[in-house]
């Protein structure tokens, strides 16, 4: 669900499950429902989840009209500079901690505009592995 009213925008989060490639499990997380900003505003999506072992935290965004999620960012352990996709360096952020028992993490957009961030952001969470980049199914 997109909401797009006025100059409003609206983030919406949702429950995002990953499967893995012979792996039956789904990872239930909690995260910030929908949220509306003005043009301009920074807004902070929160998420956060129980699973002490699964310290990989992904943030994806799915546009209006796009089939395929973008993947911002994600973190092992911990959020760095480097966590965020280049292409989504210019107005992401990633923030957390994904030690702590009760593991959260924060997309932080800055500088919000209509065009450039009305969209779907989901997070999902996994254990570590040694490939890099997961194989997400929606
Ligand atoms: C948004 O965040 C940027 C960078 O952190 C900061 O410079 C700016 O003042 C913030 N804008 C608002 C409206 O809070
Ligand atoms: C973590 O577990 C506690 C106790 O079971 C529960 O109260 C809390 O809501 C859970 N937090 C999350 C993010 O799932
Ligand atoms: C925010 O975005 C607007 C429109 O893209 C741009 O003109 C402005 O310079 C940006 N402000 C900051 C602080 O990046």
Known sequence: LIWHK??????LLQKLILFFAGISWAVLIHQTPSVFVDP??????????????????????LRPKNTALDLIGYGYNEFTKDSVE??????FKL?????ARVKKGSLVITNITAEEHTAMYYCAAREAQ????PTVRA
């Open 86 to 91: 280049q292409s989504f360096k210019e107005s």
């Open 95 to 99: 923030e957390g901690d994904l030690k």
């Open 130 to 133: 040694h490939s890099n980049k």
């Open 40 to 61: 301009g505003d920074n807004v902070s999506l929160v998420c956060s989840h129980n699973r002490s072992d699964y310290k990989v935290m992904l943030w994806y965004r």
């Open 6 to 11: 006025n100059k409003s925008i609206a983030l």
